[in-house]
């Protein structure tokens, strides 16, 4: 099971633009790499990964193999309100995470 971590600062305030990082627990195997007997270990990478903020979408990635473990992802968002944000993301074998937490003003 995958889980993340979210940061922003301590204090925001209405109309600031923030910078979010998100740390998703994912081992990201590539399916290139061998087990101790040989074969191959089956592809499995985050296929789609979407932050919102109060109901709208904010941020959208489709990562590929050429990610590392545990990925993590740095953007910039508009603070307006408080507000839930979630963190959602579904890997290659269907696999679905989710993380929420409270943005508060």
């Not at 889980?3 to 305030?13: E, M």
């Not at 600031?16 to 007997?37: N, S």
């Not at 050429?66 to 993590?72: E, K, L, T, V, Y």
């Amino acid at each position: 099971m995958s889980t993340a971590r979210v940061q922003w600062p301590d204090k925001l305030s209405a109309g600031e633009v923030v910078k979010v990082r998100v740390l998703i627990q994912h081992p990201m195997e590539t399916g290139y790499l061998q087990d101790f007997t040989g074969r191959l270990v089956p592809r499995n990478v985050i296929r789609l990964l979407t932050c919102t903020l109060g109901g709208q979408e904010v941020f959208r990635i489709e990562p590929s193999s050429g990610i590392s473990a545990n990925p993590f992802f740095e953007f910039h968002v508009r603070v307006t309100e408080s507000a839930e944000f979630i963190v959602a993301w579904t890997d290659d074998i269907g696999v679905t995470g989710q993380h929420r937490q409270m943005l508060k003003l």
